[in-house]
């Protein structure tokens, strides 16, 4: 089977840095995704990881290492906005593009 | 603009009817769809995979004769939940991948919510 932990709650200050971290157990890894969950709204993409390392993309960037089940979304300069729950999801065991998500993060930004 | 879209987008019933969600690729053709469903703070979780011109496919624990899945053109899915019951009261999402995308381009529609009474 698979399984995505993601912290359920995270509280950061306006202009501050945050980061959401996601640990995964997967059999059959096709890469880690981002997306963001307003109140009430569908999921919107973020940010993917295929491969280990950094990618950048605006205020957000995304971190994978493949060898520790481990990513994470970092979120600069927060602004209110950014208030929204936050999943972690990965590809089907086959690879195919149905998503698995993980348990997501709330984030709150206070002022 | 949205790339896909669902319809309605909310509903309210009576306990016992069915209830029918349509999803629809906009200037993209789709030959699978997902449905997801969502409880209230909670994370999506795959319900099926819709498949054009074939049976869907339903994930463990998810009732195809309750759940029906219908994608009778390459931009059009269809869920209907028969006969309704309080505890089917989820949001609804559809999502297509984008032809020949991988999954940084998988399009969510902005979702059904459903109450039942």
């Known amino acids: 089977g698979q399984s995505l932990e993601q912290p359920s709650e995270v509280t950061a200050v306006e202009g501050a840095i945050v980061q959401i971290n996601c640990t995964y157990q997967t059999s059959g890894f096709y890469g880690l995704s981002w997306y963001q969950q307003h109140d009430g709204g569908a999921p919107t993409f973020l940010s993917y990881n295929g491969l280990d390392g950094l990618e950048e993309t605006g205020r957000f960037s995304s971190f994978l290492s493949r060898s520790d089940s481990y990513g994470y979304l970092l979120l600069q300069e927060l602004q209110m906005k950014d208030s929204a729950s936050y999943f972690c999801?990965?590809?089907?065991?086959?690879?195919?593009?149905?998503?698995?998500f993980g348990t997501g993060t709330r984030l709150t930004v206070i002022p | 603009g949205a790339v896909v879209s669902q319809h309605p987008s909310w509903v309210i019933c009576k306990s016992g009817t069915s209830v029918k969600i349509e999803c629809r690729s906009l200037d993209f053709q789709a030959t699978t769809m997902f449905w997801y469903r969502q409880f209230p703070k909670q994370s999506l979780m795959l319900m099926a995979t819709?498949?054009?011109?074939?049976?869907?496919?339903?994930e463990q624990g998810v009732e195809k004769d309750k759940f029906l899945i219908n994608h009778a053109s390459l931009t059009l899915s269809t869920l209907t939940v028969t006969s309704a019951h309080p505890e089917d009261s989820s949001f609804y999402i559809c999502s297509a991948p984008r032809s020949g995308g991988s999954q940084e381009t998988q399009y969510f529609g902005p979702g059904t919510r459903l109450l039942v009474l």
């Open positions: 819709s498949n054009e011109g074939s049976k869907a496919t339903y």
């Open positions: 999801a990965v590809k089907g065991q086959t690879g195919a593009n149905n998503l698995f």
